[in-house]
């Protein structure tokens, strides 16, 4: 091992700084002199400062692993669980949600399901769920539940099905937003159950639906079908009910009258 004594400060940040390029450490090289001086300021141990320095790599790297799993997602939008407001809405337990933000429910493959009217938050526990997953290591992708279904058919008219079922199949957890919403011919639903199935007991389902289970046959014109469905995505899950009132209506009519109260 070469040993370079006797380096001026400024060699030595030029030293750092080239090997950080080499190594690809990225955070080391950014934050060494500020580093170096706190540590020259707290009078820290040499092994004090190393660690320091590469637990700040080791946290960063962490984020934008993270980073790149939320991107991969493909989120629509930025929701999380934070600015959820159970007070607005009480159908929602806050204790359930925090434990299902733990993912294991994700680790062991488990289904969940989201059922609720438009505007009682349940886009925005989907998204906010699986960014938590997206946090944990896991590979999480939304998708709209007819875009979903346009996209195997097309796979299926371009002989790519296989393909495609695989790629969905790959990831650990595969939020469904917009179930219920349109419905579906038997071709279409026959290929959605077809994705359904390759993830069964071995990767994670999270739809989100404002029909109930009952109305789903809306959706899944075929009973028998629409059964196996709804047998699929609840065996062995969790289910969450938002409700039916829609607390964005109420905080869109609750900002209108006080707009209007201060006008008057």
């Not at 820290?44 to 993270?66: I, K, N, P, Q, V």
């Amino acid at each position: 091992m070469t040993r370079h004594r006797g380096l001026t400060e400024q060699a030595a940040d030029a030293a750092v700084d080239s090997a950080c390029r080499l190594l690809r450490l990225p955070t080391i090289r950014s934050q060494f002199g500020e580093l170096a001086e706190a540590a020259a300021r707290d009078q820290m141990t040499y092994r004090g400062f190393l660690a320091e320095l590469l637990m700040a790599e080791c946290d960063d790297r962490a984020r934008r692993r993270s980073e790149r799993r939320i991107k991969a997602a493909a989120f629509p939008r930025d929701k999380n669980l934070r600015t959820f407001d159970f007070d607005a809405n009480p159908n929602v337990d806050p204790a359930v949600v925090h434990t299902l933000a733990a993912c294991d429910w994700v680790k062991k493959g488990l289904p969940l399901c989201l059922i609720g009217d438009s505007g009682t938050g349940k886009s925005h526990l989907l998204i906010a769920l699986g960014t938590e997953a997206a946090m944990a290591g896991f590979r999480v992708r939304y998708v709209l539940a007819t875009k979903l279904v346009n996209e195997l058919v097309e796979a299926a008219d371009e002989k790519m099905l296989a393909k495609t079922i695989a790629r969905y199949g790959r990831v650990d957890l595969l939020c469904i937003d917009e179930l219920g919403y349109m419905e579906l011919d038997k071709r279409g639903a026959e290929l959605l159950f077809q994705v359904l199935t390759e993830r069964e007991e071995k990767a994670s389902v999270a739809i989100a639906s404002n029909e109930s289970f009952s109305g789903w046959s809306k959706t899944f014109t075929d009973p028998r079908l629409c059964a196996a469905i709804v047998d699929r995505i609840t065996f062995g899950g969790n289910i969450i009910e938002t409700g039916t009132d829609s607390y964005r209506l109420a905080q869109t009519r609750a900002r209108a009258e006080d707009a209007t109260r201060t006008q008057v």
